[in-house]
Antibody, heavy 118, light 109 residues
Framework: EVQLAESGGGLVQPGGSLRLSCAASGFTFSGYWMHWVRQAPGKGLVWVAHINPDGRTTGYADSVKGRFTISRDNAKNTLYLQMNSLRAEDTAVYYC???????????WGQGTLVTVSS | QSALTQPPSASGSPGQSVTISCTGTSSDVGRYNYVSWYQQHPGKAPKLMIYEVTKRPSGVPDRFSGSKSGDTASLTVSGLQAEDEADYYCSSYAGSNNVFGTGTKVTVL
């Protein structure tokens, strides 16, 4: 069974940093593109970043470019999102998701809440 | 990277059909056949319902169907059931990134 489990969320002050993790199981992690998607409280889904199977190709939304870094450790079956220079508007539930079919995300984790506030 | 445009709400009675539109541009929806649709119930993770404009993942009822014309994609839910009440989001590949729609709340009357 495919499972994705995010961790690392919490309360952080503006300007601070946080690293999210997404532990994958039930599939060959090293064979799939992976994504981060976020959802601010009461708002819609927003794509954040993606990474290719070997970790050499990444892409970011303009709103996080230069502040967030997506990475992966295929030996540990884990996806990461390093978030620096956090702002209040980064407050959201962050989901990791697998791109298992062309152009779409077929499995999602349950999300981890990041709150940026003083 | 502007969000795709969806109507805020849609509704229908049980057994009826509802169609949700998703309008993008020639750089995303209009250029690529990589439009997908997600269902999200309150407090839950999104669930993939449609991918590559018209394809349904295993386990998704055939009451859900997708289409596209030009820069606008659509999701139709036929034979509405109570459990279809949820938020629905479209998404499109846009070259080096992905973009989601603004979301539509579907209410079963």
């Amino acid at each position: 069974e495919v499972q994705l489990a995010e961790s690392g969320g919490g309360l952080v002050q503006p300007g601070g940093s946080l690293r999210l993790s997404c532990a994958a199981s039930g599939f060959t992690f090293s064979g799939y593109w992976m994504h981060w998607v976020r959802q601010a409280p009461g708002k819609g889904l927003v794509w954040v970043a993606h990474i290719n199977p070997d970790g050499r190709t990444t892409g970011y939304a303009d709103s996080v470019k230069g502040r967030f870094t997506i990475s992966r450790d295929n030996a540990k079956n884990t996806l990461y999102l390093q978030m620096n220079s956090l702002r209040a508007e980064d407050t959201a539930v962050y989901y990791c998701a697998r791109a298992g079919v062309p152009g779409a995300l077929d499995y999602w984790g349950q999300g981890t809440l990041v709150t940026v506030s003083s | 990277q502007s969000a795709l445009t969806q109507p805020p709400s849609a509704s229908g009675s049980p057994g009826q059909s509802v169609t949700i539109s998703c309008t993008g541009t020639s750089s995303d929806v209009g250029r690529y056949n990589y439009v997908s649709w997600y269902q999200q119930h309150p407090g839950k993770a999104p669930k993939l319902m449609i991918y590559e404009v018209t394809k349904r993942p295993s386990g998704v009822p055939d009451r859900f169907s997708g289409s596209k014309s030009g820069d606008t994609a659509s999701l139709t839910v036929s034979g509405l059931q109570a459990e279809d009440e949820a938020d629905y989001y479209c998404s499109s590949y846009a070259g080096s990134n992905n973009v989601f729609g603004t979301g539509t709340k579907v209410t079963v009357l």
